[in-house]
């Protein structure tokens, strides 16, 4: 028991760290999962949500249980395990162990870790050469000739992971302008409903409800994106299909460039 609390209390510092970046990222899920809810359309939807919610109370309610029972262990039991050793070393006089000059029975004091800082590595200074431009204006213009023009951005098929959620048009990086359907497969063994999404493309993507129905389709209309809706720019486009239990296969995205 006591090797268990002395163990406790060393590694406090550590068990406070790692219950605050639970908390942090707790707190981050409960605003996404409450944003999730508010953009839910469907009851099914807005049911895992409340589900989510509740498995992030009870991790918070796990975290406040092991926080105080480390600060309880390392405060209050240390210090009364450490009254009764002392206790123990006063009533033997005859022990050896318990006199002050026996360097065995004094506490070694746990050394601090302190990172040390890495030194940064200089980065090279990149040389630029200037290209010579020749003076002559016929070779100029042969030079220019020779210069191929700007190619448009090519275009490759959606991300799909799943087979049962496909967007077959329009291709990863299309220019899109105007109504533009939204054709693909959306089906599933015990299939509740899909549903479209789009989000601008960036790091932190906030995806919004864009169409959906709750009959399967096999290689037909989806939807349609609308750009007057949206402004210009980079967006990407995924296909969710939730099964009965809530649940969905990885979703199909795509990105699309909108020019209105």
Same mark, same amino acid.
């Given at each position: 028991?006591?090797?268990?609390?002395?163990?406790?209390?060393?590694?406090?510092? %550590?068990?406070?760290?790692?219950?605050?970046?639970?908390?942090?990222?707790?707190?981050?899920?409960?605003?996404?999962?409450?944003?999730?809810?508010?953009?839910?359309?469907? /009851?099914?939807?807005?049911d895992k949500a409340l589900d989510d919610l509740y498995r992030i109370f009870l991790s918070a309610l796990l975290m406040l249980a092991v926080m105080g029972f480390t600060?309880? @262990?390392?405060?209050?039991?240390? @210090?009364?395990?450490?009254?009764? +050793?002392? &206790?123990?070393?006063?009533? &033997?006089?005859? +022990?050896?162990?318990? /006199?002050?000059? $026996? !360097?065995?029975?004094?506490?070694?004091?746990?050394?601090?870790? *302190?990172?040390?800082?890495?030194?940064?590595?200089?980065r090279p200074t990149p040389i630029v050469v200037a290209t010579p431009v020749p003076d002559d204006p016929e070779e100029n213009a042969q030079q220019e000739a020779a210069?191929?023009?700007?190619?448009?951005?090519?275009? !490759?098929? @959606?991300?799909?992971?799943?087979?049962?959620?496909?967007?077959? &048009?329009?291709? $990863?990086?299309?220019?899109?302008?105007?109504?533009?359907p939204i054709v693909g497969t959306a089906q599933h063994d015990q299939f509740s409903f899909y549903k479209l999404e789009i989000a601008p493309s960036g790091a932190n993507? !906030?995806? &919004?409800?864009? #169409?959906? @129905?709750?009959?399967?389709?096999?290689?037909?209309?989806?939807?349609?994106?609308? !750009?007057?809706?949206? #402004?210009?720019?980079? %967006? *990407?486009?995924?296909?969710?299909?939730?099964?009965?239990?809530?649940?969905?296969?990885?979703?199909?995205?795509?990105?699309?460039?909108?020019?209105?």
């Open positions: 028991m006591g090797f268990l609390v002395e163990a406790v209390a060393n590694i406090a510092p %550590y068990i406070y760290a790692v219950c605050g970046a639970l908390a942090l990222f707790q707190l981050y899920r409960t605003w996404q999962v409450r944003s999730e809810r508010r953009q839910a359309v469907f /009851s099914l939807e807005r600060y309880f @262990a390392s405060t209050t039991l240390r @210090a009364a395990m450490l009254t009764v +050793d002392s &206790s123990t070393g006063l009533a &033997s006089p005859g +022990d050896t162990s318990a /006199s002050p000059n $026996n !360097s065995g029975s004094a506490l070694i004091p746990t050394p601090t870790f *302190t990172p040390e800082t890495p030194t940064p590595t200089p210069t191929p023009e700007s190619q448009p951005p090519a275009v !490759s098929p @959606a991300l799909c992971p799943d087979a049962r959620a496909v967007i077959l &048009s329009p291709g $990863n990086g299309a220019v899109v302008n105007g109504v533009v993507q !906030s995806f &919004s409800y864009l #169409a959906g @129905a709750e009959s399967p389709v096999v290689g037909g209309l989806l939807g349609n994106l609308d !750009s007057s809706n949206v #402004a210009a720019g980079t %967006y *990407t486009v995924q296909l969710v299909v939730v099964d009965r239990t809530g649940n969905y296969p990885s979703p199909c995205r795509v990105t699309v460039v909108v020019q209105n």
